[in-house]
């Protein structure tokens, strides 16, 4: 009988140092002035609709007319080339409907990532 407080001891005593150990290394962070970001600067938005369309919001292109896919490589593969002559790297945002086969999305971001785009992410909604 001894032997299960002492159990019960090591195991607060281990419940309470383990969040310690995994919270890390404490920084002070540097502060500095906020600012908006540019729009040269401002993320590609492809959108894939539940229609299945795909939307392009960038620079010009904010206006809601389908692209194929052929036209939106086309498209952000020069944006992207303008990008690199500026030594900066263009990040394509895929925003893919929920009810879009997933297949859909994947296949899309393959395609932009095999026009040269390599910083291409998907967006989500955060858990309610």
Excluded: C, W
């Excluded at 310690?20 to 600012?35: C, E, F, R, Y």
């Amino acid at each position: 009988m001894p032997y299960i407080d002492v159990m019960l001891v090591l195991l607060v005593i281990f419940m309470v140092t383990a969040p310690m150990i995994t919270s890390g290394i404490k920084v002070d962070l540097p502060q500095a002035n906020n600012h908006p970001i540019e729009s040269k600067d401002m993320p590609a938005m492809v959108t894939i609709g539940k229609d299945g369309n795909i939307y392009l919001q960038y620079e010009d292109y904010k206006d809601n007319e389908p692209l194929s896919l052929e036209k939106l490589e086309s498209v952000l593969s020069e944006a992207q080339k303008q990008a690199e002559q500026e030594n900066k790297q263009l990040t394509v945002l895929v925003n893919g409907d929920k009810t879009r086969p997933y297949g859909e999305v994947v296949s899309l971001m393959a395609s932009l990532q095999e026009a040269g785009l390599t910083q291409v992410g998907l967006l989500t909604e955060p858990l309610k």
